[in-house]
T-cell receptor, first 112, second 117 residues
Framework: SQKIEQNSEALNIQEGKTATLTCNYT??????LQWYRQDPGRGPVFLLL?????KEKRKERLKVTFDTTLKQSLFHITASQPADSATYLC???????????FGAGTRLFVKA | DADVTQTPRNRITKTGKRIMLECSQT?????MYWYRQDPGLGLQLIYY???????NKGEISDGYSVSRQAQAKFSLSLESAIPNQTALYFC????????????????FGEGSRLTVL
């Protein structure tokens, strides 16, 4: 069955450092890979999307890589800030949204 | 006002009761979804709708039903709630008619926390 794995352990980093979150998947060939941010008690918010034919995508302090051979995406937040503390969800999609599957998320804590 | 609004935000009920969670959107999107989120698990798709006349089961539809009353409204019902339906429920939308919709970007509501005793 299709499976997405994100680090279940929380990631703790110091302000100003680069946070790197990992998303691995099996038994799936996504056309798109998305990253969402979720704050406690709130709905997920879309951050970035990368297509299967793209290696890297950047948006401000965020960078996403997508390796379809390794079946892995890395999500980087450079110059991290305490306001970046949240849970980050990885999501895979092949068909334009109605079969999007989500990972359980990785909790990030950025300490001042 | 939020683009995707869910009501109620919190609800405590008893086993066997009928519960309805409502979702309305002002984004003008065609697709609407209901997801369930449990601690330590990814979001799981319950039902999705491509338009008013199209309703489809997701991966965990047993025990749930939905109604797409209008383009902007999509409600989720639990006919006879049971304790393992205690979870955080999210409504989401996407737009397939161009732009980000082609790639499946989802816009979520703030969630409805349901507790079944």
């Amino acid at each position: 069955s299709q499976k997405i794995e994100q680090n279940s352990e929380a990631l703790n980093i110091q302000e100003g450092k680069t946070a790197t979150l990992t998303c691995n998947y099996t038994n799936y060939s996504p056309a798109y890979l998305q990253w969402y941010r979720q704050d406690p008690g709130r709905g997920p918010v879309f951050l970035l999307l990368i297509r299967e034919n793209e290696k890297e995508k950047r948006k401000e302090r965020l960078k996403v890589t997508f390796d379809t051979t390794l079946k892995q995406s890395l999500f980087h937040i450079t110059a991290s800030q305490p306001a970046d503390s949240a849970t980050y969800l990885c999501a895979l999609d092949r068909d334009g949204g109605f079969k999007t599957i989500f990972g359980a998320g990785t909790r990030l804590f950025v300490k001042a | 006002d939020a683009d995707v609004t869910q009501t109620p935000r919190n609800r405590i009920t008893k086993t066997g009761k009928r519960i309805m969670l409502e979702c309305s959107q002002t984004k003008g999107h065609d697709r609407m979804y209901w997801y369930r989120q449990d601690p330590g698990l990814g979001l799981q798709l319950i039902y999705y709708s491509f338009d008013v006349k199209d309703i489809n089961k997701g991966e965990i539809s047993d025990g749930y039903s939905v109604s797409r009353q209008a383009q902007a409204k999509f409600s989720l019902s639990l006919e006879s709630a049971i304790p393992n339906q205690t979870a955080l429920y999210f409504c989401a939308t996407s737009d397939t008619r161009g732009g980000t919709g082609v790639t499946g970007e989802l816009f979520f509501g703030e969630g409805s926390r349901l507790t079944v005793l």
